[in-house]
């Protein structure tokens, strides 16, 4: 029996962290195609990879001979392939335009900044220092957490997850990018919600088996 779905992945990929844990809460089976975008210069500037992916980006998922690109995309293409299994927009049209901009507010707003591509041109170009990569990753992480956290402590919505008790693309994408944080030495103190979230998430075997040291293609302890 074949597996249905392919997801071509790098085990520290925040990107393909949110769709594995989107899998996994869906309970949907599913392949690693490891990617390692660093090695041999990455291998996502490939041809072959090239050929499915343009972007030269990691995730994409292959269901059949269908390729789906940019990880929210896969995540609601998930949820709409499967809406009774472990939905992961709230059903309620406010509610979910909310998890929508929680979500897409780190996706789009903190994780592009400080995603590989973006701190190989800082090195490359500009000649910043691994010490000055750091700090631009904590700085544009801490802009971003002071928004989120004030926004999720004011909101009536949020319970144990960003969206009451059961989580939603929003948890997806929060639990990669507090990774993030705290590989780049995020203070954070200042943000009692967030934490107390992540740490709500990650108590799920859905995270933990999506984390990265969890996966194939991380580096041997």
Request: charged letters at 25%; one cysteine or more; a neutral charge.
């Amino acid at each position: 029996m074949t597996t249905p779905f392919t997801l071509y992945s790098y085990w520290r990929s925040t990107a393909a962290y949110r769709v594995r844990i989107a899998l996994n809460l869906k309970g949907l089976e599913y392949a690693i195609h490891p990617v390692h975008l660093v090695r041999d210069g990455g291998e996502q500037h490939m041809a072959g990879y090239r050929a499915l992916n343009p972007q030269q980006l990691v995730p994409i998922l292959l269901d059949g001979e269908r390729v789906i690109r940019q990880s929210l995309a896969i995540i609601e293409y998930l949820d709409e392939v499967y809406p009774d299994t472990m939905p992961l927009r709230p059903h309620d049209l406010r509610e979910r335009a909310r998890v929508r901009a929680l979500a897409l507010s780190i996706a789009c707003d903190i994780h592009p900044l400080g995603n590989l591509r973006m701190l190989q041109y800082l090195q490359r170009e500009l000649d910043v220092s691994d010490q000055q990569k750091a700090a631009w990753s904590r700085h544009w992480i801490e802009v971003g957490f002071d928004a989120l956290e004030e926004s999720l402590a004011r909101s009536p919505e949020v319970g144990r997850f960003c969206s009451g008790d059961e989580p939603t693309v929003a948890d997806c994408c929060l639990v990669p990018q507090m990774y993030n944080a705290r590989r780049f030495g995020v203070r954070l103190k200042a943000y009692p919600t967030i934490v107390r979230i992540d740490a709500a998430c990650r108590e799920l075997d859905a995270f933990q088996r999506a984390a990265p040291e969890a996966q194939p293609d991380a580096p041997a302890a």
